[in-house]
């Protein structure tokens, strides 16, 4: 059982240049979201998947771009990278509310660690 | 809105000691608590969440819905748990909301 998995888990990249970070998990979830992590600042919110071809922004969504066209990828793209968005990246995903509860655990991916020249 | 806050950055303990990270929380409601642990560079995994009343590697935590806190507790730490934690909140229709996190560190 996979569970989440995140490619690639290193990355150096050029200010200016853009890349996508892959995301894709095999238990059915339905939601998925992406954090970046930062020292002192925890993990803050990108954007976020309820489902196949419904995206939204979270906190911190500038310079970021998602798409949802199957249940089980959800990629990141970074446009035009800049070194402000040096930091590591964790995709997760959950299934919606059960019955009596209010949210499901999230299942988080190794996290892709990025640096930005 | 929302908000988690873990007060402390940095929490160390010598082992054996008992162990208490703190969490808070703002939410009108009643919210799903969590606590998630992440080891030196690995994932994020779900230490425990305060419906299911549970002790992992004897850690507890219990909700206080008064003083809105959600703070871990271990009465002897090993040096195994140290490590970074997040207290994270779900409310109903929202997103989690991950607190800053905090650095346990076990001295031998």
């Known amino acids: 059982n996979a569970g989440v998995t995140q490619t690639p888990k290193f990355q150096v990249l050029k200010t200016g240049q853009s890349m996508t970070l892959q995301c894709a998990q095999d238990?059915?979830?339905?939601?998925m979201s992406w954090y970046r992590q930062d020292p002192g600042m925890g993990l803050r919110l990108i954007h976020y998947s309820v489902g196949a071809g419904i995206t939204d922004q979270g906190e911190v969504p500038n310079g970021y771009n998602v798409s949802r066209s199957t249940t089980e990828d959800f990629p990141l793209r970074l446009l035009s990278a800049a070194p402000s968005q040096t930091s590591v990246y964790f995709c997760?995903?959950?299934?919606?509310?059960?019955?009596?509860?209010?949210?499901?655990?999230?299942?988080f991916g190794d996290g892709t660690r990025l640096s930005i020249l | 809105a929302q908000r988690v806050t873990q007060p402390e950055k940095l929490l160390s303990v010598f082992k054996g000691a008992p162990v208490e990270l703190k969490c808070n929380y703002s939410y009108s409601g009643s919210p799903e608590l969590f606590w998630y642990v992440q080891y030196s560079r690995q994932r994020l995994q779900l230490l425990l969440r305060?419906?299911s009343r549970e002790s992992i590697k004897g850690f507890t935590a219990d909700l206080n819905k008064g003083e809105t806190s959600f703070h871990l507790k271990k009465p002897f730490a090993q040096e195994e748990d140290s490590a970074m934690y997040y207290c994270?909140?779900?409310?109903?229709?929202?997103?989690?909301?991950f607190g800053p996190g905090t650095r346990l560190s076990v001295l031998p």
């Open positions: 305060h419906i």
């Open positions: 997760a995903s959950s299934n919606p509310p059960g019955q009596g509860t209010l949210g499901q655990p999230q299942h």
């Open positions: 238990m059915n979830h339905e939601y």
């Open positions: 994270a909140l779900k409310s109903y229709g929202q997103n989690f909301v």
